[in-house]
């Protein structure tokens, strides 16, 4: 057996003091209990397979659509599209200042209630109530139903039988969740130990928020196995360190400093080291007269404590820890202070809408700003070339030629992304949905 995962001094195990070290004998794969055989991808490349996740995965499991700062205020709403579950909600902070979500739908003919020029756009604003642009019928903020044009010609109609169909919402650390099976364990359950051990973090001193969003030609799976292993970086990113560097990073490969799983949740902790870099000489310009970087900004604000659960190896070298929430939500934390996070929405078997979000303490001045401007600018940089292959390796997948693929330990969170969404599908398919997939540690 492999060593445990989370041993305390006295041998029992701890959620609050896990320490993670490489398994000393196999692998990481073997140490999740995953199988080490090739790993087949017609789960990307089928629009079957796609209609069955929508059912199995993004209808039942808790979806995070955005953050409180997006709702300010009381009468605060935006709209989010969610091909996935085939739907768009509505999510608005009602009057008493809680948050609620609905279908973005109107009870009376099913037009989408919140939207302005394109249907298809998502939106965000403030107001007392939604109007419904077709025939006129109005709801308030709780959703509850509140006038009917010509109310006399309906045939006994009630208006408390015609509020607006509420989704299940809750609120963890600040980030919005919703999810459309009313059977789903609460989301600090569906979270579990990954999402305990992030609890306390300062995400709310972190509302400068930068945003990109793109659409890409691939599954939604693709990308986030481009972001879940680091094997690629020092071959794919080589250009983005001077030559004499590059050549010393693809000489020592990359090696994780931890992974963890915890039901389908995954996390991989990575190796630092450029905030501030050792060397000077390995940086580009402007990046030592900004002091910034990939890493972000090199002096880093002052926000107290971090959780335990970040740096689970406690390496003196660590540089930034990447969570995944299943099914499409990457937390992404680095050592000098400030987060991003990633969503990977599906628009269909081969396409998904890709969102990066990037989270600093508000700048107090032009320079602090030119310090994070940079940082967004060079990780855009950064996901450009992670997502140059992702098409490249959708087409080539898609012809069928090859179907499995040999997986390394350093992508041993892909494996148990794939692993867990077809454990999901699975589950549907016999019956069970929504039955919790359970991948852990050995211990
Ligand atoms: S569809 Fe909304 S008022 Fe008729
Ligand atoms: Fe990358």
Known sequence: MLSSVAVTPTGGTDRTMAHFTKPEEGSWTEHFGLATEPVNYDDSTSPQHYALEQEAIFKKTWLNVGRVEQLPKNGSYFTKELDGANTSVVLVRDMAGEVRAFQNMCRHRGNKLVWNDYPGEEVSGTCRQFTCKYHGWRYGLEGQLT?????????????????????????????????????????????????????????????????????????????????????????????????????????????????????????????????????????????????????????????????????????????????????????????PNWYLTYHYWPTSYNTHIFECSLYFVPPTNAYERLQQELAVVTFKEYALQDGNTLEATQTMIESGAVKEFPLCDQEVLLRHLHTTARGYVADHERGRPGSPVQISAAS
Do not use: C
């Open 147 to 335: 006038f009917v044009q010509q109310e006399d010609e309906f045939f006994a109609l009630d208006k408390d039988d015609y509020g607006l169909m509420a989704v299940r919402v809750e609120v963890w650390e600040g980030f919005i969740f919703v999810n459309f099976d009313p059977e789903a364990a609460p989301l600090k359950d569906y979270l579990g130990r990954l999402g305990e051990g992030l609890e306390g973090y300062p995400f709310h001193l972190m509302t400068q928020k930068h945003t990109y969003r793109a659409e890409i030609g691939a599954n939604w799976k693709l990308f986030i196995d481009a972001f879940m292993e680091f094997y690629h970086a020092p071959v794919l990113h080589a250009k983005q360190a001077t030559d004499e560097e590059s050549r010393k990073l693809q000489g020592y490969g990359f090696e994780a400093l931890a992974y963890d799983v915890d039901g389908p949740h995954s996390m991989v902790s990575s190796w630092g080291g450029m905030s501030p870099p050792k060397d000077l000489g390995m940086v580009k310009p402007i990046e030592r007269v900004l002091r910034s970087g990939l890493f972000g900004v090199w002096d880093r604000p002052d926000v107290g404590e971090l959780p335990e659960g970040l740096n689970p190896a406690r390496h003196p070298a660590w540089g930034e820890d990447s969570f995944l929430f299943f099914p499409n939500f990457t937390l992404l934390i680095w050592m």
